[in-house]
């Protein structure tokens, strides 16, 4: 069983849409965490959750907004998307020591 | 920028031969993490160190760190050719939610 799943994998979509990525943990984690990797390979957190309440926005647009329905749980929703979004977004849980990366979503704002 | 920053950028060595890449941070941290990331796919947990320790070892791989220089290595001993992807250090910080990531070393191992 994946231990961090997000879906889709791959979203292609046109500038001004809005949509959503879903993220899933099934190892009991209360911190989950989106992250971004530009063009450049570079990883940067964009938001942190813990026990469903947002720690750490950084400086996000609020274009991105994440939700926690619960615990192991932390969906990303984008609206009106600019060409400037285009990258892949990580979702990741951890107990505070190691953190476990889902496979990313290839977002392509076209 | 919190930026971590690894080096080299890139590396291309032969298989069977030992790669060392190297990561520096810039705060205090509890852990100091590594992973993997093959070309277009997610990123797999190698290996976490503690900022109390100073050498971790898993399989072929050994991590040292070394809290005065804010810095770490990561060896791969003989190496393959599927050990060919971006390697990456995350740390993170007392009382952060966070990990801080590296720029990431792209290794390149010659069959």
């Known amino acids: 069983d994946t231990a961090v799943s997000q879906t889709p994998k791959y979203l292609v979509t046109q500038m001004g849409n809005d949509k959503s990525i879903k993220c899933e943990q099934n190892?009991?984690?209360?911190?989950m965490y989106w992250y971004k990797q530009d063009s450049k390979k570079f990883l940067k957190i964009m938001f942190s959750?813990?026990?469903?309440?947002?720690?750490i926005n950084e400086t996000v647009p609020n274009r991105f907004s994440p939700k926690s329905p619960d615990k192991a749980h932390l969906n990303l929703h984008i609206n009106s998307l600019e060409l400037g979004d285009s990258a892949v977004y990580f979702c990741?849980?951890?107990?505070?020591?190691?953190?476990?990366f889902g496979q990313g979503t290839r977002l392509t704002v076209v | 920028s919190q930026q971590g920053e690894e080096d080299p950028q890139a590396l291309s060595i032969q298989e069977g031969e030992n790669a060392t890449m190297n990561c520096s941070y810039k705060?205090?941290?509890?852990?100091l993490q590594w992973y993997r990331q093959n070309s277009g796919r997610g990123l797999v947990h190698l290996i976490l160190?503690?900022?109390?320790?100073r050498e971790k070892h898993s399989g072929r791989l050994r991590v040292t760190l070394d809290t005065s220089k804010k810095s770490s290595s990561l060896l791969i001993t003989a190496s393959r050719a599927a050990d060919t992807a971006s390697y990456f250090c995350?740390?993170?910080?007392?009382?952060?939610?966070?990990?801080?990531f590296g720029t990431g070393t792209r290794l390149k191992v010659l069959a």
């Open positions: 990741a849980s951890s107990s505070g020591a190691e953190a476990f």
């Open positions: 190892l009991g984690h209360d911190t």
């Open positions: 959750y813990n026990n469903k309440e947002l720690i």
């Open positions: 705060t205090s941290i509890n852990n």
């Open positions: 160190i503690r900022s109390n320790e």
């Open positions: 995350a740390t993170d910080g007392p009382g952060t939610y966070k990990y801080i």
